[in-house]
């Protein structure tokens, strides 16, 4: 099949903070050495934003050297944190405040801002556009054009594709375009990254990487239970028995508050179901003051890619650069990922520019991890390197204490190395081994069931249309997941797209593709890898309007 094909000197996957930094920067550097460069960013959400999903509290470093003058300029960023609070939810009732000297400094916010990484990335991409970089949403990039051992670019969806895969009335090819060098910037579990690290064997020296699954509310809340700019987290229930993770409770602006969940995909228990946690976790009475009376706006969950320094993988091949989440640059010893990813982004812009400049092309960007390891990226993940390993081994309270110690006397400078080399999947337990959980049932005031929350998502995706959850060997999900782990992609998905139904008499693994709102948890937590995601039909998938 002939395909239309564009020539670009770069070529961004994904329209997020660490692609819009990498074009921004880019750009700027072309600007001021007075060179034309052809830059594209692909964006497979409906709009740049669309697909964004992140807590959050939102460190400036990173954009403070992007654009020393946001504030000018216009940045989404209204509301400073005032305060910090951090509890131990010892049960469902209780709760303990930890005072400083229990908590890893990392973890305290001052000089941040509670925001929407939806809308700055919308700036971002105001920003990109007004130095002339081609932004392209709703066309996901679904193949990497490899050439001679070298990243050459990416092809994009076809449109007007049957679920037979037969071609429709108004089928589209997708079209090549083709790149001097390809950026990588789709976010946690990006399906053309994990392709490229086995590819290029990107990981053999890294640990497996870890992730989480985070749940996000957006309520808005009556004046008096509203408190602009506080930050609260928790640790303890409803996790401390099952799985390690934590809660978070933003007091953004206009009267709305951000409330989530944070559960990490190395859990046992296969009953487990991150969802409903997330549910009774809205109940605690710390979170139940804040939420009651008030109203909920829009859902969403998105995994986490929190591996830190010793998961990463090499981030460069001949033509090709990973950056952001989808090389697992995400500080999880300060919950936050968005300015790391920003910085690995004008890391690869500075390297690109430095390649392009010298005439070069789909080369390997050996500079790259030389400007890497002499940043304050490098820096910041190699001081929090033990962090998550500690608490996967450790668990909670000595891990916490682990952490503390080595953040608040230490520095991260405390002589030991700490690795998880057990991969998520690998985690769960056969289902013999537990007993089912039960979980109430929503009272649709603070907790609701999967399907009406989905609906908040606004996610769509056209239904006749290659169902884009792709099982290696479709007999798997009844004939080793069932009897063994119970089927827990039921139960970890966070939409309720898998189900184990009866028909005729017969057991029939369903998968309701059009609820996916794109987290990847299935792609990451199937016991058996059996899953594996991939781009959708264009626009498909979550709209979050300020997420």
Same mark, same amino acid.
């Given at each position: 099949?002939?395909?239309?094909?564009?020539?670009?000197?770069?070529?961004?996957?994904?329209?997020?903070?660490?692609?819009?930094?990498?074009?921004?920067?880019?750009?700027?550097?072309?600007?001021?050495?007075?060179?034309?460069?052809?830059?594209?960013?692909?964006?497979?959400?409906?709009? !740049?934003?669309?697909?964004?999903?992140?807590?959050? =509290?939102?460190?400036?470093?990173?954009?403070?050297?992007?654009?020393?003058?946001?504030?000018?300029?216009?940045?989404?960023?209204?509301?400073?944190?005032?305060?910090?609070?951090?509890?131990?939810?010892?049960?469902?009732?209780?709760?303990?405040?930890?005072?400083?000297?229990?908590?890893?400094?990392?973890?305290?916010?001052?000089?941040?801002?509670?925001?929407?990484?939806?809308?700055?990335?919308?700036?971002?991409?105001?920003?990109?556009?007004?130095?002339? =970089?081609?932004?392209?949403?709703?066309?996901?990039?679904?193949?990497?054009?490899?050439?001679?051992?070298?990243?050459?670019?990416?092809?994009?969806?076809?449109?007007?594709?049957?679920?037979?895969?037969?071609?429709?009335?108004?089928?589209?090819?997708?079209?090549?375009?083709?790149?001097?060098?390809? !950026?990588?910037?789709?976010?946690?579990?990006?399906?053309?990254?994990?392709?490229?690290?086995?590819?290029?064997?990107?990981?053999?020296?890294?640990?497996?990487? $870890?992730?989480?699954?985070?749940?996000?509310?957006?309520?808005?809340?009556?004046?008096?239970?509203?408190?602009?700019?506080?930050?609260? $987290?928790?640790?303890?229930?409803?996790?401390?028995?099952?799985?390690?993770?934590?809660?978070?409770?933003?007091?953004?602006?206009?009267?709305? !508050?951000?409330?989530?969940?944070?559960?990490?995909?190395?859990?046992?228990?296969?009953?487990?179901?991150?969802?409903?946690?997330?549910?009774?976790?809205?109940? $605690?009475?710390?979170?139940?003051?804040?939420?009651?009376?008030?109203?909920?706006?829009?859902?969403?969950?998105?995994?986490?890619?929190?591996?830190?320094?010793?998961?990463?993988?090499?981030?460069?091949?001949?033509?090709?650069?990973?950056?952001?989440?989808?090389?697992?640059?995400?500080?999880?010893?300060?919950?936050?990922?968005?300015?790391?990813?920003?910085?690995?982004?004008?890391?690869?812009?500075?390297?690109?520019?430095?390649?392009?400049?010298?005439?070069?092309?789909?080369?390997?960007?050996?500079?790259?991890? +030389?400007?890497?390891?002499?940043?304050?990226?490098?820096?910041?993940?190699?001081?929090?390197?033990?962090?998550?390993?500690?608490?996967?081994?450790?668990?909670?309270?000595?891990?916490?204490?682990?952490?503390?110690?080595?953040?608040?006397?230490?520095?991260?400078?405390?002589?030991?190395?700490?690795?998880?080399?057990?991969?998520?999947?690998?985690?769960?337990?056969?289902?013999?081994?537990?007993?089912?959980?039960?979980?109430?049932?929503?009272?649709?005031?603070?907790?609701?069931?999967?399907?009406?929350?989905?609906?908040?998502?606004?996610?769509?995706?056209?239904?006749?249309?290659?169902?884009?959850?792709?099982?290696?060997?479709?007999?798997?999900?009844?004939?080793?997941?069932?009897?063994?782990?119970? +089927?827990?992609?039921?139960?970890?998905?966070?939409?309720?797209?898998?189900? !184990? =139904?009866?028909?005729?008499?017969?057991?029939?693994?369903?998968?309701?593709?059009?609820?996916?709102? $794109?987290?990847?948890?299935?792609?990451?937590?199937?016991?058996?890898?059996?899953?594996?995601?991939?781009?959708?039909?264009?626009?498909?998938?979550?709209?979050?309007?300020?997420?």
């Amino acid at each position: 099949m002939q395909r239309e094909s564009m020539e670009f000197d770069v070529v961004i996957v994904g329209a997020g903070p660490a692609g819009l930094a990498t074009a921004c920067r880019l750009a700027q550097l072309a600007q001021e050495q007075d060179q034309e460069l052809m830059i594209c960013v692909v964006e497979k959400g409906s709009e !740049v934003g669309a697909h964004i999903l992140s807590g959050a =509290v939102f460190e400036t470093r990173a954009l403070d050297e992007l654009f020393p003058d946001w504030k000018t300029l216009g940045a989404p960023l209204n509301t400073a944190v005032k305060d910090d609070q951090i509890f131990y939810f010892k049960n469902a009732e209780s709760a303990t405040r930890l005072p400083n000297f229990m908590v890893p400094k990392t973890f305290h916010n001052k000089g941040n801002y509670i925001t929407s990484i939806g809308n700055l990335s919308r700036w971002l991409a105001e920003q990109a556009e007004g130095m002339g =970089v081609e932004i392209f949403p709703g066309f996901p990039a679904a193949d990497v054009i490899i050439e001679d051992g070298k990243v050459a670019g990416v092809i994009t969806g076809d449109m007007g594709i049957d679920a037979q895969g037969e071609k429709k009335d108004g089928y589209e090819p997708g079209m090549e375009l083709r790149a001097k060098y390809t !950026v990588f910037a789709e976010g946690c579990r990006g399906h053309l990254g994990k392709r490229l690290q086995a590819e290029f064997d990107l990981a053999e020296d890294a640990s497996p990487q $870890h992730y989480a699954i985070g749940f996000k509310e957006i309520w808005d809340v009556p004046a008096e239970q509203h408190d602009e700019g506080m930050v609260v $987290h928790s640790t303890g229930w409803p996790l401390s028995k099952d799985a390690t993770g934590g809660g978070y409770l933003y007091h953004a602006e206009d009267g709305q !508050v951000y409330v989530g969940l944070i559960v990490d995909l190395n859990y046992a228990n296969p009953y487990l179901n991150p969802f409903q946690e997330f549910q009774r976790f809205k109940t $605690h009475p710390e979170i139940a003051k804040v939420l009651s009376k008030g109203k909920r706006v829009t859902y969403g969950a998105r995994a986490i890619t929190k591996g830190g320094f010793y998961s990463l993988p090499k981030m460069t091949m001949p033509g090709g650069v990973l950056v952001g989440c989808n090389a697992g640059t995400l500080n999880f010893a300060k919950i936050k990922g968005n300015h790391t990813a920003m910085k690995s982004g004008m890391l690869a812009a500075e390297s690109l520019f430095e390649a392009l400049s010298a005439g070069e092309s789909q080369t390997e960007l050996t500079q790259f991890t +030389e400007h890497f390891k002499a940043s304050w990226l490098y820096e910041e993940l190699y001081r929090s390197r033990n962090f998550g390993p500690a608490v996967h081994k450790f668990g909670t309270w000595l891990g916490g204490a682990y952490n503390t110690l080595d953040q608040n006397w230490f520095g991260g400078k405390l002589p030991f190395t700490i690795k998880d080399e057990t991969a998520d999947y690998k985690c769960t337990g056969k289902a013999v081994s537990y007993e089912p959980i039960d979980y109430p049932k929503p009272d649709n005031k603070l907790t609701f069931d999967r399907l009406s929350s989905v609906y908040l998502s606004n996610t769509n995706h056209a239904e006749d249309q290659p169902c884009h959850l792709k099982l290696k060997d479709a007999d798997i999900p009844l004939e080793v997941n069932l009897p063994e782990y119970a +089927e827990p992609a039921q139960r970890y998905c966070p939409a309720g797209v898998y189900e !184990v =139904v009866e028909e005729e008499g017969k057991a029939v693994f369903k998968i309701n593709a059009q609820n996916c709102i $794109h987290c990847k948890t299935c792609d990451i937590k199937d016991p058996s890898q059996n899953i594996t995601w991939v781009t959708p039909e264009g626009t498909g998938g979550p709209n979050y309007p300020n997420m």
